[in-house]
C-alpha cells in the first residue's frame, strides 16, 4: 500500500528531526573531544616543562656546588681588600665593584636553586596576621636603604586569621612581591598589603603604585628568566608561582602602566589535591 503525502512528510520529519539531534550529540561530542586534545596538549606541555626542570635543578645544584665555595672565598679576599684601601682612593671603587659583582652571582645562584630544589612543604598552623607583620617589619628596613619616599599600607582584620601555610617558603612569597613592588615605584608611591578570608581560602594581596606591566609582557611574567630588569634574574616571580602551586593555590595579577600593580593569593583551606600539575594563573590588563 503506498504510503499518503503526510505521512511521508511525517516520516521525513521524523528522520530529519533524528538526524538534527545526532547532528547537535555529535559537535557536543566534538567540542568535548577539542577541549580534552587542549588540556592533554597542555598537560603534555607542563609534563615536558617539568622534565626540563628537573634536569635544570639537577644542573643547578651542580653549578651552585662548584661555585658557591670559590665565590665564597673571592667575596672574602675583596672585603679584606676593600677593608685595606680607603674610601677615597680611586682603587676603592674597583673593588666595590667586585663586591657588588659577586653579590649578584650570589643572587643568581640562591634564586636557581630556589627555583630549581625539589620542595616538600613543611606546613604549619600559622596566624597570617603575625606573619605578615613581621615580613613588613623586613622589608622596611629594605625600603630606608633606598632614596624613595614609600608608604605600607596594611589591611589586614583585627583578629588573628590561622592557616596552614609553610611560613618560610611563603614569606620568600611576600618577599619578592614586595621588592618588585619597590622596584616598579621610582620616587614615591604606596605599597598596599591586604589580608583577608572566606570559608574556603585566605587571600592575600599585595598592591603598588608603581609602573605597571606593559599588556604584552604580563603573559611572560610567571615564565623562568624572563626580566627587564638589568639586575634581575627573571627567577623571583617563577620561585612565587612555584610556591604558590606547591600550596594548591592560585595567583592573578592586574595591572595598568603608569598606575600600579596588583598581586592577589587564594591559598585553600582546606587541600584538594586533583591535579597537582594545573593551577592558575590570571592575567588581566586595564
Ligand atoms: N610589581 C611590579 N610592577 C611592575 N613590573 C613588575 C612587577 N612585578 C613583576 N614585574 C615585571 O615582571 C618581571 C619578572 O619579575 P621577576 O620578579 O620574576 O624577575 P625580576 O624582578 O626581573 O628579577 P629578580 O626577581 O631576580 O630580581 C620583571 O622584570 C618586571 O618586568
Ligand atoms: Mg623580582
Known sequence: MQKSQDELISELATVMERFLAQGSEL?????ALEMQTEQLKKMQEEV????????????????????RNPLGGIGGYASLLARSIPPEDPKRKYVDKIIGGISSLNKIVGNLLAYTRKTNLQKQNTDLVNWAEAILAHAEIEI???KKQLFIERNFPTEPLNAEIDAERLQQVMLNLLMNAIQAIETDGKISVGISSNEKFAEITVADTGNGIEPEHLKNIFTPFFTTKEQGTGLGLAIVKKIIDLHEGEITVESSVGKGTSFRIKIPFQSNSASPLTSGI????H
Open 144 to 146: 630606608e636603604k633606598e
Open 282 to 285: 590570571g592575567y588581566s590588563s
Open 48 to 67: 615536558n616543562q617539568s622534565r626540563v626542570l628537573s634536569a635544570l635543578g639537577e644542573m643547578a645544584a651542580t653549578v651552585a656546588h662548584e661555585i
Open 27 to 31: 559537535e557536543f561530542a566534538y567540542k
